[in-house]
């Protein structure tokens, strides 16, 4: 079909849209684009309360891609600005390969996702729509502390997983790299500084999600 026949997407069609990608991240199996950064990596021999804390971090972490992803698909749905949403939704692709690879470190570890993950996507595609109704300067504040904050924890996971698990570690090292590159493309970008209670607000939900996904 040649562009001359397109049209933009019926109201409809992006509701339909996007409930297609809350099923594709909830209950598909992710594929990522980009090679699983732990490659040739041996699989480590781990204890078994090792294995359950190494899992119970990994859950955290693909917890907080299924949040990732339902942020910037909230915020891309209402973005004014073409250039924002773009970054968004490229920011979201490199999110579903976290999401991935997270899922493979869970199989790998002989564990699963959180159970609660439905609740964290809508939650955060909530939050991430009423970012984005604020306008592009705060959706892209919002990208900006979102990672800041996912660089802080995963450098807390890097120092609790059990020395041994290097495949965990080399797929969070990867994550870290590609979360502190979107917080500062989205500073290039013109992201306004979020006032201070939304940081504080931001991290306390954070923890919250983070104690009941380690073991949920």
Partial sequence: MTDSFRHPPTPL????GEAQAALSTLFARPLAVR???AGSLPEPSLDEAGRRHAAGLMRINHAGEVCAQALY???????????????????AQEEADHLAWCAERLQALH???????????????AIGVAAGLRGDGWNLGFVV??????????????ARLPAGDARSRAVLE????????HADEAE??????LPAPIP???????ALMKAVAYRF
């Fill in 13 to 16: 069609e992006r509701v339909l």
């Fill in 35 to 37: 090679p699983d950064p």
């Fill in 73 to 91: 698909l909230g915020q891309a749905a209402v973005a004014r600005d073409a250039g924002t949403r773009r970054h968004l939704l490229a920011a």
């Fill in 111 to 125: 564990s699963g996702p959180s159970r609660l993950n439905p609740l964290w996507y809508a939650g955060s595609y």
């Fill in 145 to 158: 502390e979102t990672e800041r904050q996912v660089e802080a924890h995963i450098d807390q996971h890097l």
């Fill in 174 to 181: 990867a994550m870290k790299a590609d979360e502190a590159r």
């Fill in 188 to 193: 290039a970008a013109g992201a306004r500084r």
């Fill in 200 to 206: 504080q607000a931001m991290a306390a939900a954070s």
